[in-house]
Structures are given as structure tokens and as C-alpha cells.
């Protein structure tokens, strides 16, 4: 009440307002009210010291206090500053999460072990499955790799090379899937890691079958077209790599021709490189930053302890506890602890977008200069479901859009039908990840990835501005843990059942 | 991945990032990338239909499809719009308290009884020791007024007035103290609220007495100073509320002069006015809005129904089950009750805020045509303490600057003690607020004002911008809570230490 240092700041963004509501009231009351009246209630700066020496009483500011004006939430104050709710809500959820952290710490001790985390990689010390199925998958690579050799000295003709390689890619995404069916010291976690790999290396490859292919067409395109000069050679001729008259310059970086990339040094490269879509010239950042290295490096550390640290002590025991309503669907409380598992579900998993989209693949991009570091973009500023899936893993929204939707659109396909099957494939990718490895087909991924198309329509078509993008934030927080809690009753069903529930 | 219709306006801004990075890629790579390599990775509107007649892998986008550029975390990027973090704060918070909300609701069924709130304001249906107490509350209005009659026209000296005034307000605050200590049909609920309505006339009458000595002082010396015109004499006479030369249109209110505003009428249109400072011409509002009036009139019919909900539902069960740890001094144990009581504690208080200071007080204003309905600044963006308490409570703030604060520094205090005097009064008023209706004297509600001070210091001197509004927000949420929890506390120690706990 009494200082009034320090807060000028604050007081002047509100002069505006102020200045007009002391002018209506000069125009309302029409009375002998001076210049100061308006600041009668404020008291500003140097008034409390003139004071002191005034006459008690004389001055007509002390004898009228009050203004015509209105509060600051009726709409007629013209007031809208709330700045301060934004650190409100930042405050509340510091400690709404805060006070949850105390609470299960208190409930559950202290969960973390870290050793348990090796015991989700194997079963048997002495077999390592996962392991030696990535390893395998260079053989593929290299299959790749010498089709297109052959293809590129025309060994082989275009229609014998297409068969070879649907063969290699078929056989990617089959054999992982065996061996995670049929091996039985393989665990959950290690297939699903395996099956990641081999679902990369397969859309590696499909983009480098593509991109290879492009070029034999552009080749045989300038060959016909040669002795003719014309934009159209010049065109093709700087797609394939050629240095052209801008790139004479010392400082350009050599480009690399169609049948010259086709090396292993550049093919593992690609396979190692953080994008899906192959390119002849990868742009390359001069030098590798060893402090944003360092950082990167840092922060994947950290963030793989902090995951696995809040799975086993937050997400795990509220898992177990979900159990028994979910067995005796009891709807309130199902619903009660989809909303508990849904807050650290979500920071999971942004904690796990950071760590694998900025951190992972930062780290790697640096250490092999690759350029392109734009591994996803806003999607948290996302006003629709299609934005959000748009920017959120660019990687795999690159390659979908140059190796899948356009594709469909050269063959005539409508967009919605393109749109529709770039959904589909992601979802069995997303099923395939899941299913295999938990050895169940429930279809849970597949619909919740397939309940985006209505989804997207939806919030493209009624939802604008913030009400799309809290769609899209309730989308992700509370479709997750749905799918989650689904398979892992359904998991637990069929391997717990005879067993007395945990908690 | 899919649809790119209604993200116009999301891409849009951030193409001026974008521009930049691709002149830097042309730059570096120096080679013959088209000015639509930039638009790679994004096929914007028109590409994927103008890709269905190109022949296949013609386009030389389609062979170069990254760009060198930075990750959006990276700070190199300069990329700064986390818009929808706002949304997901939002988001998080509304499914937070919808979970506790349905916890509470399956721990303890539905706890709101609206009878029993009866019970907190009446021990026995026919005796209303509290009613009583507001209505005698009306002798020393009356006599406040027969003092100021009698000082008007001289029939008392100003050394008598102020003795009679004195005896006057001592007794108004130790009338309602005694009876609340002696009288044992009182509840603590109607004690406070007798003890707040004698707290509000106090300050009331206080002031009443001010302005209208103010006044006689003008009197006088306008008297003195008759016959010589001046500014000194127009100014006196423009605070004497007489119609000067602006004032002479039909439009204008009558002003009253200082002795015709001694009425019955004038007196209890103070005392029922939404303000404590005395004026003998209050700023007036044309006329009743009823639209106006029937949204604060549901607002606080509303609102009560949900803060009484609330309290029961919420407040009640928490503070029962705080008291265990409490005694047993299980201090972990403490904090996340601490912290499980902020949250509803906090959202009862702004409730309350947004009932009393904008639906209740705007409701008497409109029904009084009160014109002035600063009852509160914008205290939610304070970024010092300070600044909150000059802002959340205007009618107090307005009175103890005009009667206390002024008056004290004309004294010759310095601005810290003046300053000190107020929070110290404040404290007084709290602690008697408190302290006499629950019988025990703690000193916790004094403690908690008068920390205030240092507090205020602290943010002041090392805390800006958003930083200091944190912390405010952190003192509300967390100071009352603590405050709380003492005095229930120690009030069930009190009266509950032989029964068994509650919960």
C-alpha cells in the first residue's frame, strides 16, 4: 500500500485508458474538478511530497477521491491486458506437478533402477537377437546398392532392376517380423528397436531406388536431347549435379554426377545421415561445432535418464493402478486414471520429441556435417490436426511427400485419395512397430492414426485460431494415453491374467 | 502429412525466416539450385497439381530436397513464436483439476449440503447474537452524525468533537470484540461477519469525520480570506462542492455545499456506497442498467453456489486430512498438503475476488447509481508485491492513503515508517478479523501482513518483469494456504484434541 517504487512500468502502459475515462468523467460531471482530479486515487510520484508542506486539508484533490469509471472486467472498460495469467498458469502447473511428484514419492518410494532398463533389452545374457538382426540389415543395403550398380551400367534392364528391388524391400519388412514372431529370446523392446531400424533402412532405400532411377531418366532424357542447346538440357543437366557456370567459384563445393555417387562411402552416408530422402548433394555445414556438440550430447544424456527415470516412477505404478477399473469397467475410474496417466504420458513424450528431434539427431547431423537441420518445424503453434502432422516429424513427412503422395498424384490420384493413403501406410507403420513385438494384432494404432483423416477435417473445417490448437494439445494428450492404456490391458490381459494384479 | 488447406495463415508467418536461410543456402552450396529449391520439403498449393503432367523426375526439385538451415530450438535459428504453449498450459490445467475434481468426487461422493451452511451462522434458531450486532452498528453512525451536526454550526469545540469522535470509533471496534468473546450463541461465521460490517463503518465513519473537519477548515479560512479575490479563494470555494462558471449548464448535477451535506440521507448513502473514502459529491452513473445489473446479480448467485460447493467439497476434506501429518510432524507429509490444499485454496480466492470486488460491489454501485467502480487495478500483472497490494483492494488502498498515509507523512513521518504504519494497521485489522471470532490470538494473520514488508522489498530490489510476477503469484498461492492451515490447525488442537480424526 504504501511504496510505490519500481512499478511506473506497469502504470504507464495503462495511461491510455486512463486519459480517456478522466475526460468522459470531465464531460459527465461538468464540475470545478482541476487537472489532478484524475489522479486523485493514484497518488502519483511527487503528490505525498507536496503534501507535507501543504495547509491539512486545502487542497481539493484530498475532498474528491473518486471518478466516473467502470471495473475492469466490464466490457466497457476497454481493459484487456492479462499478461499475468500466462505466468499464473505457469505457476499452477509447477506446482499442481510438483505436489504430484511429492505425492507418488511418498507413495512409492523411489522406483528408478536402472539396471532394470538392461533386463528390457534382454532376455538371455548370450543371445542377442535384436542386435544381430540390425547387423543383418546391411545386407540389404548392399543388395541395394549393387542392383543399382548394374542398373546404372545398364547390367540389368529397368524392369529386372524394379523386381529385384520390390523383392529386397518386401523382404525388409518381412524378415524382422519373423524373427520377432518366431525367436523366443527376443524381448518387447529389443524388436521394437529392431523393427524401427529395418523400417528406416526400407524407406532409406525405396528413396535412394527412386532418386537413382530419377537420374537414369534424366541421363537418357540429355542424351537424346544432346547437340540441341536449350533450357531443357541446361535443366537437366543442373538436376544432375553438373557444375554449371554459378558454381565456378573456389569456395563452391564440388558436386557429385549421377553415376558417381553410387559408392559405398556415399551409401552409408545416407543410411546414417537424419533424413529419409536420398539427394546426390546432401548440403553440408562447414565445421563441426564441438560446443553445440557438447551440448546436444549433454542433453541426450540427461533426457535418457529423466525418461526412463519417469516411466518407471510415475507411469508404471499409475499403469499397474489402471488395471483393476479397467477389468471391472468402472467408468469413472477409468476415466480418472486415463487423466492421471495422460499428464505424464505427455511430458514423456515431449520430453522424448526434444530428445530425438533435437537432441539424436542433432548430434548425429553435426558429427557428419550434415546441413539440413530442420527436423521439425511449429507443430506446437499447430491450429489443425493436418498442421500438426505437417510439422511435427519432418523426416517422414519429406519422404511421404516425395516418395508416396506425389508419386500418387502423377498417377492420377485425387489429393484426398493421396491424403487418405499417406494416413494408411502411416498407420500400418505404426501398427507394424506395435503389433509385432507385442506379438497381438489389436488395431489400436492403426485406428488411432486412421481416426486422424476425420479428425483434421474436423478441426480444418469448424476450429480456428487457439480453439484448433487446444484441439490439437487435447488431441495429443489425451489420444495417447488412450492407445496406451488399451494395449497395455490387452498385454496384460493375456499375460497377467491367471496372476494377482501388482498394486 | 497429407492436407496442406488452412495452414495459410500458420505458414505465412514464418516466411520471413525462411527467405533468409535460403539465401544463406545459395550462398554456400553455390550451385544450381532454382529458386524453388527453398519450397522442397514444403509443396506449397500449386506444385503437387502442376507435378501431374511434369513427366516423371524431371523437376530438379525433386532431386534436391534439403536445404542447410538450423533446427528451430537451436538458438541460431531465431525462432521465437511459442504461441500455442499458452493453449497448452491452458489445456493441461483445465484436465489437471478435471482429474482432482473426479478423484475427489470417487474418494469422498458428493460432500455439498447447502443446510448445513445454516449451521455456521446459527447455534440456536432464536437468538441472532451476530443480526443484532449490524443493526446497533446504527447508534454509532448516529452518533457520528450528531457529533458532526453540533461541530457544524458550533454548538461543540473541534477539542470536543475530537474526543466524542474518538470514544466513538474506540468503542465501535471493542462493542463487537467483547460480544463475540461473551456471548456464547455466536458462531465464529457471524462473528466475522459483524465484526467486518463494524470494521467497514469504522473506517467509514473514520473518514466521515475527516472530510467534513476538511471542510470546516475550508470554511473558515474562505471566511477569512473574504472580500480579497484570488485563486486561493475559487479553489477553497470549487472544494466546497459550490457551482463555479463551468458548472452552469443543464446537463450539470447539483453540487451540494459543506453544511447542507449533513442529512440522514447523505450519511447512509455513504454507508451503504461501495467505497470508504467520504466525498460530499460522489461521481453519479446517468442511470440503473438493467442488463447489467441481472449478469452480476446471477454472477453472485452463482458464484456463492460454487464457492460453497467448493469449500465442502474440496477445502473441507483436504484440511481434514491434513491434520495427521500435522501432528505427527511428518514433514514431507505436510508440504504435498500444503501443496494439495494451494490449488483449491487459490481458485476459492479468485472466485471470491471476481464475486465480491466485481459482481457484489458493482451490484450495490449500479443499484446506488455509485458512479466509481475502480474496486480493483489490474493486480494480476504486478511484478512486485507492492504493486499487488496497491492494486487488489482499491476501497481499502484509496482510505489508508487519503487518511492514513498522507496524514502520517504531513506529520513529518518518513515514507517507510508511513509506509510501515499501513501494512502494521492492516495487520492489526487482520489479525482482529481472525483472531476474535475462532478466540485464540496466534498472530499468524499478523505475521503473514507484516512479511509483507520485507517481502515487498526483495521483489522490489531483485525481481523484474516476469520474474516478479511468478513470485507475487507464488506468495498468493502458497502464503494463504500456509496461513490456513495454522489456524485450523490450531483450532482443532483446541476443540478437538480428545476426539478421534475425522478422516
Redo the contacts between chains.
Keep these: 500500500?504504501?511504496?510505490?517504487?519500481?512499478?511506473g512500468?506497469?502504470r504507464r502502459r495503462?495511461t491510455g485508458s486512463r486519459h480517456s475515462t478522466q475526460v468522459t468523467?470531465e464531460e459527465?460531471?461538468?464540475?470545478?474538478a482541476?487537472p489532478d482530479v484524475g489522479a486523485g486515487?493514484d497518488?502519483p510520484g511527487p503528490a505525498?511530497?507536496k503534501?507535507?508542506d501543504?495547509?491539512?486539508?486545502?487542497?481539493?484533490r484530498?475532498?474528491?477521491?473518486?471518478?466516473?469509471?467502470?471495473?475492469?472486467?466490464?466490457s466497457d472498460s476497454g481493459?484487456s491486458?492479462?499478461?499475468?495469467?500466462?505466468?499464473?498458469?505457469?505457476?499452477?502447473?509447477v506446482?499442481?506437478n510438483?505436489?504430484l511428484f511429492?505425492?507418488n514419492?511418498?507413495k512409492y518410494g523411489i522406483l528408478v533402477d536402472p539396471i532394470q532398463v538392461v533386463s528390457l533389452f534382454l532376455k538371455d545374457p548370450y543371445s542377442w537377437p535384436a542386435l544381430c538382426l540390425v547387423i543383418v540389415a546391411n545386407v540389404f543395403a548392399v543388395a541395394a546398392f549393387q542392383i543399382e550398380k548394374r542398373l546404372a551400367v545398364g547390367a540389368l534392364t529397368e524392369q529386372a532392376g524394379l523386381l529385384l528391388h520390390m523383392t529386397n524391400l518386401t523382404t525388409i519388412l518381412c524378415l524382422p517380423a519373423s524373427v520377432a514372431f518366431l525367436v523366443d529370446s527376443i524381448t518387447p523392446v529389443g524388436s521394437v528397436l529392431a523393427l524401427l531400424v529395418y523400417t528406416i533402412v526400407f524407406l532409406k532405400l525405396f528413396s535412394y531406388r527412386?532418386?537413382n532411377?530419377?537420374?537414369r531418366?534424366?541421363r537418357a532424357?540429355a542424351k537424346t536431347g544432346e547437340g540441341r542447346p536449350g533450357p531443357g538440357t541446361r535443366?537437366?543437366k543442373?538436376?544432375l549435379?553438373?557444375?554449371?557456370d554459378?558454381?565456378n567459384?573456389a569456395?563452391?563445393?564440388r558436386?557429385v554426377n549421377y553415376p558417381d555417387n553410387l559408392t559405398y562411402g556415399d551409401l552409408y552416408y545416407f543410411l546414417f545421415a537424419p533424413?529419409l530422402?536420398y539427394?546426390?548433394?546432401?548440403?553440408?555445414?562447414?565445421r563441426i561445432r564441438k560446443r553445440?556438440l557438447l551440448r546436444r550430447l549433454l542433453e541426450m544424456l540427461f533426457l535418457t535418464q529423466l525418461q526412463v527415470g519417469l516411466i518407471q516412477q510415475w507411469m508404471v505404478p499409475t499403469i499397474q493402478n489402471s488395471m483393476k477399473p479397467f477389468k471391472d469397467m468402472d467408468y469413472?475410474?477409468i476415466?480418472?486414471r486415463l487423466?492421471?496417466l495422460?499428464?505424464p504420458n505427455?511430458l514423456i513424450w515431449l520430453i522424448f520429441f526434444?530428445w530425438l528431434?533435437?537432441s539424436c539427431?542433432?548430434v548425429v547431423a553435426e558429427l557428419m556435417k550434415f546441413?539440413?537441420?530442420?527436423?521439425?518445424?511449429?507443430w506446437?503453434?499447430?491450429?489443425?490436426v493436418?498442421?500438426f502432422?505437417?510439422n511435427w516429424n519432418?523426416p517422414?513427412?519429406?519422404w511421404?511427400?516425395?516418395h508416396f503422395?506425389?508419386r500418387m498424384?502423377?498417377w492420377?490420384a485425387y489429393?484426398?485419395i493421396?491424403?487418405?493413403?499417406?494416413?494408411l501406410a502411416?498407420a500400418f507403420f505404426h501398427e507394424y512397430l506395435v503389433s509385432i513385438p507385442l506379438r497381438m494384432f489389436r488395431l489400436w494404432a492403426f485406428t488411432g492414426m486412421m481416426a486422424q483423416i476425420p479428425l483434421?477435417w474436423i478441426t480444418?473445417r469448424f476450429l480456428m485460431g487457439?480453439y484448433g490448437?487446444?484441439v490439437v494439445?487435447?488431441t495429443l494428450?489425451?489420444g495417447q494415453p488412450v492407445a496406451v492404456l488399451m494395449y497395455v490391458h490387452d498385454y496384460y490381459v493375456l499375460h497377467h491374467e491367471a496372476a494377482p494384479p501388482t498394486a
Aim: with cysteine.
Design positions: 500500500m504504501g511504496d510505490r517504487g519500481g512499478t512500468g506497469s495503462r468523467e459527465v460531471r461538468g464540475g470545478p482541476g486515487g497518488a505525498p511530497a503534501d507535507r501543504a495547509v491539512v486539508g486545502s487542497s481539493p484530498e475532498l474528491s477521491c473518486h471518478r466516473l469509471q467502470e471495473s475492469l472486467f466490464s481493459f491486458n492479462y499478461r499475468g495469467i500466462l505466468n499464473w498458469c505457469v505457476v499452477m502447473l506446482l499442481s510438483a505436489r511429492l505425492e514419492l511418498i527412386d532418386v532411377q530419377w537420374c531418366e534424366l532424357r535443366t537437366a543442373a538436376s549435379g553438373a557444375s554449371t554459378k558454381a567459384g569456395a563452391a563445393q558436386l533424413t530422402c539427394e546426390l548433394n546432401f548440403p553440408r555445414s562447414p553445440f469413472s475410474r476415466i480418472e487423466l492421471k495422460a499428464v505427455h526434444y528431434f533435437h539427431l542433432n546441413g539440413d537441420r530442420e527436423f521439425y518445424r511449429d506446437w503453434n499447430a491450429e489443425s493436418s498442421y502432422w505437417q519432418i517422414v513427412h519429406k511421404c511427400i516425395r503422395y506425389k498424384l502423377r492420377g489429393k484426398w493421396a491424403r487418405t493413403g499417406v494416413f502411416s483434421a480444418n487457439n490448437n487446444a494439445w487435447l494428450i489425451i
